[in-house]
């Protein structure tokens, strides 16, 4: 390990936040609008953690520990996750199941700490939440599976760092699948537009921000700060596998970082020209990414 | 070999679509681009053979499937005045699931299946089988007679995929022969569909079945 190696976590620590804000200026050029700054989710972060904290008499322990456990998983995620082709502080075989673990146990406590208000608007969030996520991670792993297979590699700093143009020429179709049920994975897990509304607040459609409506203070903007963290390390998945490398690892890094602000911008752009689709139909979108993840491993179990 | 690849990822990517969908319009679309990509692939798989042959049965199959087939149907479709399919014997999402195993059977059938050496994709084999499994569970597990002559075209493209790429050295006629066939079949189920729906104001198959006196 070496200072390199913390490129990568330096670089999602500190501009996660300002993916919120690019996706909301490019919401904002589509509307019409000037829009928000680009730094709002900053002065956010910062109000709240000037804010004391206002607990309610029913909730426990359990209440106060969601978010600081969801920020403490998506940090340790953030060390294991290479950007484009710079490895990430921590490589081992096998690391992407840690991955999809931690994000798996950010999910379960929030949905914990929402289940525990004891409200039932809370618990129907929760109740969305854990079935479109119970939908959305085969198609993750079923992904991530056809990588490994494509790639030989195990670690997913060793597998960005061979994915090449080689690939891309040899098994493009199976490549380009997974790249698509990767963004749909994105959309979903950072309940973005055709999946949930972040700007909502009627009930019967949310469902991320519906769990947390109870937390607030230093406790919101860890959930805020975990949620940017969360997109970037989606998108720098994606970005990991669709991103040339060059010689230069400056230029890399370079590219990387603007290919994740890159995939904020498409977010925006999918957000401006979709309309969020009806809760029924969402359980069949998020099937056709399975569906496409696992077309992807097919074609690829049979060209090697 | 690149192109060739993309077309059958196309195709299969459509007969997913298909499985999953519950307009009949856009299926109808969705099944008239399929005719359009399949019409490249005989040019694309025989690339280094540029011919007036390929070319006349690319011609051919884009101005049928693509063009003739699609304008006969939507004209049957707005006769019988049908927007979506209603209640089919397995849901979208049950069929989408079924796609997938479907393809994943094609694929190991193929293992298993001796090939001639001059293939032009490793592909095509198990799209095309998955072409015709795909056709037969749409045949039977809609109700409307729309969607079926939709799952019997998705069957018939997969016995055509099969044949370009498969035996390049069938002879003119045949390929021929087998689109005049469709042709027919098709006209014949647009004029049923159209006297199903003047008897009885709805061309829901499933309930031909009970008697009337």
Not at chain 1, 81 to 94: D, I, Y
Not at chain 1, 112 to 127: Q, R
Request: glycine content about 8%.
């Amino acid at each position: 390990m070496n200072a390199i190696s913390f490129i990568p976590l330096l670089l999602a620590l500190t501009l996660s936040p300002l993916l919120l804000g690019v996706i909301n200026r490019t919401k904002a050029f589509f509307a019409g609008r000037h829009g928000q700054p680009l730094l709002q989710t900053y002065f956010d972060l910062w109000k709240l953690l000037q804010k004391g904290a206002v607990y309610s008499r029913t909730t426990t322990w359990l209440f106060r520990a969601g978010p600081m456990i969801g920020l403490a998983a998506a940090l340790t995620a953030t060390l294991l996750m290479p950007l484009g082709k710079c490895p990430a502080s921590l490589a081992f075989p096998a690391d992407f199941l840690l991955f999809a673990g931690l994000l798996g146990l950010m999910r379960f406590f929030t949905v914990v700490a929402a289940l525990d208000t004891g409200s039932s608007f809370e618990g129907m969030g929760a109740s969305r939440e854990v079935f479109f996520s119970a939908l959305t991670e085969p198609a993750l792993f079923v992904a991530l599976a056809t990588l490994v297979r494509e790639t030989g590699q195990l670690s997913l700093s060793t597998m960005f760092g061979q994915v090449s143009n080689a690939h891309w020429l040899h098994s493009g179709p199976a490549l380009g699948l997974v790249v698509l049920a990767l963004m749909i994975v994105l959309l979903a897990e950072n309940s973005r537009i055709p999946v949930d509304d972040p700007n909502t607040h009627l009930e019967l459609t949310m469902i991320h921000e519906v769990m947390v409506l109870d937390h607030g203070g230093p406790d919101l903007a860890f959930i805020f700060y975990s949620a940017a963290l969360k997109l970037w390390l989606l998108s720098a998945l994606v970005v990991g596998i669709v991103l040339p490398g060059t010689g230069d690892p400056r230029l890399n890094l370079l590219l990387a970082v603007g290919a994740v602000f890159g995939v904020a911008v498409i977010v925006g752009v999918i957000e401006s020209v979709m309309a969020r689709l009806r809760l029924m139909i969402v359980p069949q979108l998020l099937v056709g990414a399975g569906a496409l993840a696992a077309t992807a491993f097919l074609l690829a179990l049979k060209l090697n | 070999m690149q192109g060739t690849n993309i077309i059958l990822v196309l195709v299969v990517l459509t007969n997913l679509k298909l499985l999953g969908s519950s307009r009949v319009g856009s299926s109808i679309r969705v099944v008239a681009a399929q005719g359009v990509v399949l019409g490249l692939l005989p040019i694309l798989a025989h690339a280094h053979e540029i011919s007036w042959r390929y070319a006349g049965l690319a011609v051919g199959t884009v101005a049928l499937k693509g063009i003739v087939f699609p304008w006969f149907l939507f004209r049957a479709v707005r006769e019988a005045e049908v927007a979506r399919e209603i209640e089919p014997f397995v849901g979208y999402v049950a069929s989408l699931l079924a796609g997938v195993s479907i393809l994943a059977v094609s694929f190991w059938m193929c293992t298993r299946l001796p090939m001639p050496e001059a293939i032009a994709s490793a592909w095509l084999a198990p799209v095309a089988i998955f072409s015709i499994f795909a056709g037969l569970f749409l045949i039977v597990s809609r109700k409307r007679a729309v969607s079926q002559v939709l799952g019997f075209l998705v069957l018939e493209n997969g016995v055509y995929t099969f044949g370009v790429g498969v035996a390049p050295q069938a002879s003119l006629l045949v390929e021929a022969g087998v689109l005049l066939d469709v042709f027919v079949a098709v006209f014949v189920m647009g004029i049923t569909i159209f006297h199903i729906n003047r008897e009885f104001d709805h061309i829901d198959t499933d309930r031909l079945s009970s008697l009337k006196d």
